[in-house]
């Protein structure tokens, strides 16, 4: 990747994951809207700039020089926000640039009553936030073709990794097994979604590409395992008509679908974690489940 110079516009949970799998040491700048988030990128190896909707010199000057650019920040009833700040410096002041990458959700696709989707399926999202999705998408790629450069866009499915799985609900008291009848979810471990991005970016890969585990499954089944491994009981089931549930966590159960990830395997991507046993496996005998750092299997009180 020598030469290469990346710019992250949400430089989060992902962003760090990808900063972290930089194995030639790749310059990374990458924003936040909160300067106290500064270390915690530092730590990852990015470079942190705050960005709060418009660009400032620093950003403008990063940009300048960069070869990839990734975006991982939400769109809003606005539009894209990153789109809508660079947008013109990306079309006229990037000269450098040779791809870019739009992480997006599989959310896109709507709810398919459990069968399976791929990349040719057509979305047909349900919620506001999956709408805004789509729309960004098609931005980013209409800004690709008018620019002629490649542009990727991962469509992930829920993200977990230490600090955000099973095992540490479990550990937390916060775990629950919800029952909706044949309800599946995907997952994506986020160091295939740095993979992914890693993998893409080397090659200059654009398209659209589903960046998901191999094995849809209930989200009840992970919680067990995960308890399983862990030798502790596992929460009782909860039905689904009768949780307790935020709008948006029930909004996420009024889509089911299988979501095959043929495209991104086609590209010569392969998966470090295709199921989320062998990625709860991994992090429980690493001990790395909690926060990425290595530790002691729990104490129970």
């Known amino acids: 990747m020598s030469g290469k110079r990346f710019f992250i516009f949400g430089a989060g949970y992902s962003g760090k994951a990808f900063a972290r799998a930089n194995e030639n040491g790749a310059p990374i700048l990458g924003t936040t809207r909160s300067p106290e988030k500064f270390e915690a990128l ?22 300048r020089q960069t070869t990839h650019l990734i975006v991982s920040v939400a769109p809003d009833e606005a539009g894209d926000p990153a789109l809508n700040a660079a947008g013109q410096t990306i079309r006229a002041s990037m000269p450098a640039l040779e791809w870019i990458g739009y992480l997006s959700t599989v959310g896109v696709y709507g ?12 979305c047909r999202p349900v919620s506001k936030r999956s709408m ?13 073709r008018e620019i002629e450069t490649p542009v990727a ?9 230490p600090g955000r799985n099973a095992l540490a609900n479990l550990e937390d ?19 295939d979604i740095a993979g992914a991005l890693w993998h893409l970016a080397e090659k ?10 191999d094995e849809p499954a209930p989200p009840q089944d992970v919680v067990a395992y995960a308890a399983g491994l862990m030798g502790v009981e596992a929460p009782p089931e909860i039905p689904f008509e009768t949780a307790q549930l935020s709008p948006m966590a029930r909004s996420f159960y009024g889509e089911n679908k299988r979501v095959a990830n043929n495209a991104i395997k086609a590209a010569g991507y392969r998966f470090r974690f295709p199921n989320y046993r062998v990625a709860l496996e991994r992090m429980w005998a690493d001990g790395n489940w909690r ?11």
Request: include cysteine.
């Open 42 to 63: 530092r730590q990852a190896g990015i470079e942190p700039l705050r960005f709060d909707g418009s660009l400032t010199p620093k950003i403008g000057d990063a940009l």
């Open 204 to 213: 200059n890969l654009g398209g659209i590409f589903n960046v998901t585990d």
């Open 173 to 191: 008291g916060t775990a629950r097994r919800l029952v909706k009848k044949d309800q599946v979810f995907n997952r994506i471990h986020c160091d």
């Open 153 to 161: 866009i991962l469509r992930l499915s829920g993200i977990y990794g």
């Open 291 to 301: 926060d990425g750092e290595p530790r002691s299997p729990m104490k129970r009180s």
């Open 111 to 122: 709810d398919h009553g459990g069968a399976w989707v791929d990349e040719a399926t057509d």
């Open 132 to 144: 805004m999705r789509v729309a960004a998408e098609q931005e980013w790629l209409a800004l690709g």
